[in-house]
């Protein structure tokens, strides 16, 4: 029974070996001890205690991997994931620039019209009231 958990456990360790150093690491982990245990569910001292030759064959795939650039150091990875947010949210702060400057116009125009419309019925209702000695007609409001 003990041997078939603790073949479980390596089962989990290296599945979890797999995904930290080829397959994407999930959010909030690293490519660390601590993300490792925490990923197989597996307590770091039991990891350092029963399973030193994992954390050894982990570190030793994890530095060939760092030095063939097939994965890169966590602080560059962070760096690169954190300028293409910036470069996403500057793409997006632009689009937005533009939207907002295109509805300053259409407030421009609208404004403008809006104004335009209004001399023109005050001018229509000078015209109306000069007009009053002229056969010009009002109807009663319903």
Known sequence: ?????QTEAEDRIR??????????VPEGLKCDVKSLCALARVPRATLYRTYPNLKAEFDSQRTAAQQAGRQPA?????????NTEVATLRERLSRKNAELNALKQFQTTALSRLTAQRNEISMLRQQLESASHAKVRTLPPR
Do not use: D, N, S, T
């Open 74 to 82: 966590p602080r560059l990875a962070q760096i690169e994931r954190l």
């Open 1 to 5: 029974m003990a041997h078939e958990h």
């Open 15 to 24: 599945a979890a070996m797999q995904q930290l150093l080829v397959g994407p």
